[in-house]
């Protein structure tokens, strides 16, 4: 079992910024590719950003790319998501969630991940 704690959300202005970090504890040995999801109200959960368990393939988004970043400390556990020049449309809940490697199209998928953490909130202002 693995358990996931996000934090870093908030209330931000456009144009502003926000690093969202992940802790993961229990059987953290294992080899977990990472993912930041983000759902909004009334849409579904959508990817917005993965990294493998090396940290040496990153995917990101169209809607994020160039804004975002994802990055990961193995060493603490802990994965980040580096989020400048938010919008008001970057406004969800956000959530993090591991998975066995994967191919890149394959993290972009729900149900590729068997850990999920609660979420944090991220409210951009215009």
């Known amino acids: 079992q693995v358990q996931l704690v996000e934090s870093g959300g908030g209330l931000v202005q456009a144009g502003g910024s926000l690093r969202l970090s992940c802790a993961a504890s229990?059987?953290?040995?294992?080899?977990?590719?990472m993912g930041w999801f983000r759902q909004a109200p009334g849409k579904e959960r959508e990817s917005v950003a993965t990294?493998?368990?090396?940290?040496?393939?990153?995917y990101y988004a169209d809607s994020v790319r160039g804004r975002f970043t994802v990055s990961r400390a193995n060493g603490e556990n802990t994965v980040y998501l580096q989020m400048n020049s938010l919008k008001p449309e970057d406004t969800a809940v956000y959530y993090c969630?591991?998975?066995?490697?994967?191919?890149?199209?394959?993290?972009?998928?729900?149900?590729?991940?068997?850990?999920w953490g609660q979420g944090t909130q991220v409210t951009v202002s215009s």
């Open positions: 969630a591991a998975a066995p490697p994967r191919s890149p199209v394959a993290l972009t998928r729900l149900n590729s991940y068997d850990y």
């Open positions: 229990g059987r953290t040995s294992s080899r977990y590719a």
């Open positions: 990294i493998s368990w090396s940290g040496g393939s990153t």
